[in-house]
């Protein structure tokens, strides 16, 4: 069964630094998402992609995020300058298609800033 | 009510026993509500959803059922399992031409065997 994969699976960084985060949708989706969920708390949206842009993004993900799909199979999300408080596991996420709402997630990233 | 920070609320039942999950959700203009089910240390995985203009919808074992008058959503499982052990998340899309799914803060259910 085709799913959605990320690396790594836990990232340290020191706070400043710059982190990518990647992941590999499944293959035939059109639809991508970045979530974020700090431990112990809701799952929060950061960003969905389609087309080569930005669809919809919250109040999170502001200038010091990125996102992008550099070749047909990898979305990777950016973070220029980490902050304390960017420790968190993030979620990407893809659907199918306009009339599919579902969307698969993968195992997650767990980000630490230190 | 709502809990914040590490105080999930938590249903606990015993393995064979039928489980519902309760969600509310805020905006009446959603229009397509979803259930996920979070084991530790895993992403969200789909279990069921739902679309607004249906107030009952059946899966293997599970049950969703949508009232649109009270913005209740519930989620019910048959059967439960040691397996069925997760944190469970409702989500809602509200209407329009976005993508977003706004998240419930989680039930954690525990089957004691």
């Known amino acids: 069964e085709p799913e959605v994969t990320q690396t790594p699976s836990h990232q340290v960084t020191q706070m400043g630094q710059e982190v990518i985060l990647r992941c590999v949708p499944i293959s035939n989706h059109l639809y991508f998402y970045w979530y974020r969920q700090i431990l112990g708390q809701k799952v929060e949206f950061l960003v969905s992609?389609?087309?080569?842009?930005?669809?919809?993004k919250s109040e999170i993900f502001d200038d010091q995020f990125s996102v992008e799909r550099p070749d047909g199979s990898n979305f990777t999300l950016k973070i220029r300058s980490t902050k304390l408080e960017d420790s968190a596991m993030y979620f990407c996420?893809?659907?199918?298609?306009?009339?599919?709402?579902?969307?698969?997630f993968g195992p997650g990233t767990r980000l630490t800033v230190t | 009510g709502e809990s914040v920070g590490l105080h999930l609320p938590t249903l606990s039942v015993q393995e064979g026993d039928n489980s519902i999950i309760n969600c509310a959700y805020s905006n009446s203009a959603s229009d397509y509500f979803i259930w996920y089910k979070q084991e530790s240390g895993k992403g969200p995985q789909f279990i069921i959803d739902i679309r607004s203009n249906m107030d009952k919808r059946q899966g293997q074992r599970v049950t969703v059922l949508l009232n649109k008058t009270v913005k209740h959503l519930s989620l019910q499982i048959a059967a439960t399992q040691p397996g069925d052990s997760a944190v469970y998340f409702c989500?809602?899309?509200?209407?329009?031409?976005?993508?977003?799914?706004?998240w419930g803060l989680g039930t954690s259910l525990a089957v004691n065997p």
């Open positions: 989500a809602e899309r509200s209407a329009g031409n976005n993508r977003k799914l706004i």
């Open positions: 992609f389609y087309n080569n842009e930005i669809s919809e």
């Open positions: 996420a893809s659907s199918f298609g306009t009339e599919s709402y579902e969307q698969y």
